[in-house]
């Protein structure tokens, strides 16, 4: 399995569990399992719904800043990585 730095969080809404992720190279895909990575954050999850200017999307390219629900707190500059087998 490898991993490749796909982007950062950019904002954290707390209260309902979501970021946004800004995708900076390669896309993101619903279905993907990735790994929010920081100074005090470390966990993996597969990514099950994304949103884009509040409509439901399946990818997400380089440029896009897309919200994603997440399992566990995360902070505003972690990087996500996609992971691959």
Do not use: C, P
């Amino acid at each position: 399995m490898s991993e490749q730095q796909i982007g950062n969080v950019t904002h954290w809404f707390g209260k309902i569990m979501v970021v946004v992720v800004e995708i900076q190279k390669g896309k993101l895909s619903v279905g993907d399992t990735v790994r929010f990575k920081g100074q005090t954050t470390d966990f993996k999850q597969t990514i099950e719904s994304m949103q884009l200017d509040g409509e439901d999307v399946e990818k997400a390219k380089k440029g896009q800043s897309v919200g994603v629900k997440v399992s566990d707190r995360v902070r505003r500059t972690d990087s996500v990585y996609k992971i691959t087998d």
